[in-house]
C-alpha cells in the first residue's frame, strides 16, 4: 500500500526489501521536485537567487537529461530521443539549464515526467534481467562499469541535492516553505 504524505508525495517503505526501498526513495525525492515546481507560470520558473543562474525550470529540464542519461543511454546503451538527440554536447554541456528558459511550463513538466517514466519502465526491465546487480552498457575510462543499484543512489543523491536547490528557488518566488 502505497502511503502519501501532506503533499501528495509517496511515502518510502519502512519495512520493504532494498529493491523497494530504493525506488520508493526515488519516487520520493521525484515527487518532492514534482511540488516544488508544481502550479508555477514561465516567469517563476525562470526566476534566479543571488548569483546563480539556476531556476526551477533549469532543474527540470536538467533532472529529465539526468534520467535519460543514466537509465536510457548509459544503463541499457539506447540511442538518444529527441530533444537530447539533436544537442551538441561537446559545445554546450549545460544545454538543459540554459534552453529551459525557450520551453514553456507545460514544455517543462512533460519533458521531465516523460523522461521520468521512461525511466520506471527501463528500471523494471533492468529489475527482471539481473536485478540490482545488473551491469550497466556503459563505462568509465578506467573500466568500472555500474550496476542498477549504484545508478539508483546515485539518482537518489541528484534529487536530494537538486531538491534542496528547488527549495531556495520556490521560496524566493512565491515564499512556498518546507522540506
Not at 502519501?4 to 526513495?25: C, H, I, M, S, Y
Not at 539533436?86 to 521531465?112: C, G, K, M, N, Y
Not at 534481467?129 to 552498457?137: F, H, I, V
Amino acid at each position: 500500500m502505497i502511503v502519501l504524505d501532506e503533499e501528495g508525495r509517496p511515502e518510502p517503505p519502512l519495512t520493504a526489501g532494498e529493491t523497494a526501498t530504493l525506488v520508493g526513495f526515488l519516487e520520493y525525492q521525484r515527487a518532492t521536485l514534482a511540488w516544488k515546481c508544481a502550479g508555477l507560470d514561465a516567469a517563476r520558473l525562470a526566476a534566479t537567487v543571488g548569483a546563480s543562474s539556476m531556476t526551477l525550470g533549469g532543474l527540470l529540464k536538467h533532472l529529465a537529461w539526468i534520467e535519460e542519461c543514466w537509465f536510457s543511454l548509459r544503463l541499457h546503451g539506447n540511442d538518444l530521443q529527441p530533444p537530447w538527440d539533436a544537442v551538441d554536447w561537446q559545445t554546450d554541456p549545460e544545454w538543459p539549464w540554459h534552453s529551459a528558459s525557450d520551453d514553456s511550463p507545460d514544455q517543462l513538466r512533460t519533458i521531465w515526467q516523460d523522461a521520468a517514466a521512461r525511466s520506471r519502465a527501463l528500471v523494471t526491465e533492468a529489475l527482471d534481467d539481473g536485478g540490482l546487480e545488473r551491469l550497466a552498457q556503459w563505462s568509465w575510462a578506467d573500466g568500472g562499469v555500474p550496476s542498477l543499484r549504484w545508478i539508483l543512489c546515485h539518482m537518489i543523491e541528484e534529487y536530494a541535492r537538486h531538491n534542496g536547490h528547488a527549495d531556495l528557488l520556490r521560496e524566493s518566488v512565491d515564499g512556498l516553505t518546507g522540506e
